[in-house]
């Protein structure tokens, strides 16, 4: 094979372990891919015990229209199809299901990227990501993953798991729902870019233009990382809506930026008391500690209806709008609106956008990353999901 050369492989079910060990050239990668209108199945539930698909410390290859399904792996975490220490990989239309526990790893690789495929069925990680580089994910789908109902507490199973090391990642209109138990996208431990869950990140992040809502948890959760931007989300109908706090003594929530959001109806009621609240963001009423943790929430639009929505300065002390503004400096651009939505079993549309052309300018640490499509407008570009 040269640079430049493309492999068709007709329908079939191949069970056998398919490892990428060729490499292209810059701007003429190897492909690999299904033949137009063929099905091509690499299987490990006979057989095949551990990897299907593999590509390790190759570059400039592209995988294409690929079913990857069922693995028993002896050695507990390992995927089922893992791309590592690789660059410039392509792995586009693909699906990647059943596996015993992860779906993808992508891991120690630079500039890389992964779109248009679907990571669901998985025993606990759809897709896990380590010590990578500039990669990209998008328009891809993470669906019912953690089959296996590994315990949360263990703190692994998710959509995507992502830990450690990854530095300028970007993950973008992607649909993370259904996930049993677990998180739906986690950011963990020394990365360089986003996420929704994101922890103990010290080089900070962009969380930009998600719609999030119908969660049994925290909508967007910062948890002992510094620098990040929460900007231009809808978060709506979770128990709790952006939450923003300290770790530990070496892992404060420091300089993160809640800008431009949208927030419905976060909250969890019972027989005899509601708890949740719109944002808890740690904060002080007295001023130099303020200004020493660097944190701000402004100009974001809290829904109204029917319920006088909190803001909480520790875990459990709740304050009406009026009262943050006025103790804490916060949200002083911010509003209560009224305002109309629709969540139907799994569906949500924003039925209204009066009002909500209230956003602030965003700085250029942000829109060198992302831009919303409005600037003008609070909470997020896509207003429905599915789409019409």
Known sequence: ??????????TGVYREHAEITVSGAPGKPLTFAAAPGHRVVIKGSEIVR???????????VVLRGLEVRHNRQPGGQW??????????????DCEVHFADFCGLSLHSSKDCLVRRCDFSHNGA???????????????CTLMFNNYR?????????????????NKRTTMRRCEAAYNLDCRGIWFDTDNGDCGIFFEINKGGGVIAGNLIYANTGRGIYVSGSQNTW???????????????MTRGADEPAKNTKV????????????????????????????PTWRADMGSVADYNVYANNPWTP??????????????????????????????????????????????????????????????????????ADLTQWPKP
């Open 310 to 379: 909190f803001m909480r300065h520790t875990w459990n002390d709740n304050n009406p709008l009026a009262q943050w503004q006025a103790r804490y400096q916060q949200d002083l651009h911010s509003r209560l609106l009224n305002v109309a939505y629709e969540r139907v079993g799994t569906r949500f549309s924003l039925l209204t956008q009066e009002g909500l052309d209230a956003a602030a300018p965003l700085p250029e640490a942000v829109t060198q990353v992302w831009k919303p499509r409005n600037p003008k407008r609070v909470g």
């Open 259 to 286: 800008l431009n959001n949208l927030l419905l109806k976060n909250y969890i009621t019972a027989d005899t008391t509601t708890r949740g609240c719109g944002l808890t963001l740690e904060m002080s009423p007295d």
């Open 230 to 244: 929460v900007v231009n989300n809808a978060v709506a109908d979770n128990a709790a809506g952006i939450v923003v």
């Open 50 to 60: 551990g990897f299907g698909l593999t590509a390790s410390k190759v570059h400039d």
């Open 149 to 165: 109902r590994i315990d949360g507490d263990w703190g692994v199973a998710a959509g995507t798991k992502n830990i450690p090391g």
């Open 125 to 139: 990680i759809g897709l896990a990501m380590g010590a990578t580089e500039d990669c990209v994910v998008e328009d």
């Open 79 to 92: 995927p089922l199809a893992a791309i590592s220490g690789c660059e410039w990989v392509t792995l586009e």
């Open 1 to 10: 094979m040269k640079p430049g050369d493309t492999v068709l492989i007709k």
